[in-house]
């Protein structure tokens, strides 16, 4: 027990229990948006939100597999287990982008300020709430294992490691979003996800639209990051 208490436990599984919680009001109100016709438009997002609790399974993973196992094994199966918490941690923040669904999905009338229709906000802020929860769920994972990475090679190596993953969850948002490849197309079709980026990164268009679509996703997931790392150390001291 005292190796898992230098990673912040028991106080990680207080903050998942409020996650936990905090996923279950917002599918809660996911559910309950109707459209006028008596359809259910955002049931797609459980599984989204599934998808983004993955991440936070394999870090607790990590967790206690750095804890407990012997160092024959150790490195291997925090390689394994690492590389799939990578694969999988974009599901996290993407739920950002879920916001588009908003717009994509609300019936507007052009006749009038769709703005002044209650209905309007009780979407934008319910699936406003899951972008949250995305991002809440993306940093509590990459906080957890930037911890391991900081005990293991100092500081400086942890928050490079952070930013690299940062950036590549950046991308890894932008194939899902605008590709539609998923985090097993990796293992499951390798051939045709190297044929597909050769295309896109030499394509001048196609990498024009990827630059300008990562720099902002970066900015925004290393900003909320930050701001929620700083808010938990300052809790510390």
Known sequence: MEKLNALHYP???YLVIVLSVATLLSLISVYNIQTP???RPYLFIFWDTFLAWVPV??????DVLFSYTRKRVRALLLIIVGAAWLFFYPNAPYLVTDLLHVFARYSLDPTKRFWSDIAFWQHLFTIFTIAMLGLLLGAYSLFSVQHLMRISFGV??????AILVLLLSSFGI????F?????????MRPGHILQELIVMFTD????????????FMFMVLLISYVLIYVITKVRKV
Not at 179 to 187: A, C, G, L, T, Y
């Open 204 to 215: 001048r268009s196609k990498l024009y639209h990827i630059v300008s679509f990562c720099k």
């Open 156 to 161: 400086m190596a942890s928050w490079i490691f």
């Open 57 to 62: 399974g394999f870090a607790v993973m990590l």
């Open 179 to 187: 590709i539609r490849w998923n985090s097993w197309d990796v293992i």
């Open 174 to 177: 932008y194939i899902g979003r």
């Open 11 to 13: 106080g990680k599984i």
């Open 37 to 39: 016709e008596g359809s």
